[in-house]
C-alpha cells in the first residue's frame, strides 16, 4: 500500500463513543455506529473500534455496539478491547471486522499472536502497544497493560520486533503521554518503533493540528495516522486532512 492513510479512532465505552486525555476523563462524543457511517462517506480509509475498557473490567468485547457499527461502516473496520482468544476474533471476523487489535492478551501471551496470525492471516492482526516514557528502559518507552493501567517492564520497542517476529501483521503504538493533549504525536516514540519494524506503524495519540499528522508521517515514518478529537469535535474534515497532505506531497486516497 503506497498511499498513506488516515483512520478515525472510535474509542468505546458501554456502548458509547467517547474521549479523554491520558487515557482518562472521558467524555460522551455520541454513537460509534453514526459516527462510523459518517467517517465512511467523509472519505476515511479505515476505521479502528477500541472497546477501552474491557480489559480492565475482564470482559469481552461489546459486541452488539460493534455489530452496530459494522453495519454502518462501508470501509475495513478493526476492533480491540478484550480480545483474548482465538475464538473472540473468529466472532468478530465472522461479524463483519475486517481485523483485530490484540494489546494485554499479546504481552501476557506472545503464542496467542502467532496462533491468531496462523490462523486469520497477519493482514489481520494488529499489534497494539500502549507506552509510557520510561528513561530506565533502552528505548525510554515502557510497555503498558490493561488499558493503560499497569507497567510491564517491557520495552516498546522490543516487544514491536517481537511481535513481528509473531505474526503481526501491523503495529499500533500508542503514547500515553500524548493521548489527547492535541500536542502532537510523539515522535521519538513512534520513529523507534516504525524504524525497528518493517511492518505499516499507525501513530497513534495527541493529533491537534494538520501539521501534526504531516510530522507522523515524514518524522515518524508511520504509514498511517490515527485521529480522534481533531476528527470527532469537527475540527478538520477528513478531506481537509487528506488535502493537507496531498498538497505536500503525501500520497493519500482522495
Known amino acids: 500500500m503506497d498511499y498513506r492513510r488516515i483512520i478515525p479512532c472510535l474509542d468505546v465505552k458501554n456502548g458509547r463513543l467517547v474521549k479523554g486525555i491520558n487515557f482518562v476523563q472521558l467524555k460522551d462524543v455520541g454513537d460509534p455506529a453514526e459516527n462510523a457511517a459518517v467517517y465512511s462517506q467523509a472519505g476515511a ?22 455489530k452496530r457499527t459494522v453495519e454502518r461502516a462501508t470501509i475495513p473496520l478493526t476492533v480491540g478491547g478484550g480480545i483474548t482468544d482465538c475464538k473472540a476474533i473468529e466472532e468478530l471476523i465472522n461479524m463483519g471486522a475486517s481485523g483485530v487489535s490484540i494489546n ?30 520510561n528513561p530506565e528502559l533502552p528505548s525510554g518507552f515502557e510497555v503498558m497493560v490493561a488499558g493503560g493501567t499497569a507497567a510491564t517492564g517491557i520495552d ?17 503504538p500508542t503514547s500515553m503521554d500524548a493521548d489527547g493533549t492535541l500536542a502532537g504525536y510523539d515522535i521519538p516514540m513512534t ?6 519494524v ?57
Request: avoid cysteine; aromatic fraction near 6%; proline fraction near 2%.
Open 45 to 66: 480509509d479505515e476505521l479502528v473500534f477500541l472497546d477501552i475498557t474491557a480489559t480492565i473490567e475482564k470482559r469481552k468485547t461489546l459486541l452488539d455496539a460493534v
Open 104 to 133: 494485554t492478551a499479546a504481552v501476557k501471551n506472545p503464542d496467542f499472536v502467532k496462533q491468531a496470525a496462523n490462523e486469520f492471516g497477519s493482514e489481520k492482526i494488529t499489534v497494539a502497544i500502549d507506552t509510557n516514557s
Open 156 to 172: 516498546a520497542v522490543e516487544w514491536a520486533k517481537k511481535a513481528q517476529g509473531l505474526g503481526a501483521g501491523q503495529i499500533l
Open 191 to 196: 520513529r523507534a518503533i516504525a524504524d525497528a
Open 198 to 254: 518493517s511492518l505499516p506503524v499507525v501513530a497513534s495519540g495527541g493529533a491537534g493540528t494538520l501539521e501534526h499528522l504531516y510530522e507522523a508521517i515524514t518524522e515518524a515514518h508511520a504509514d498511517a495516522v490515527l485521529v480522534a478529537s481533531i476528527a470527532h469535535f469537527g475540527t478538520f474534515t477528513i478531506r481537509q486532512m487528506k488535502e493537507y497532505l496531498a498538497e505536500r506531497n503525501i500520497p493519500v486516497s482522495l
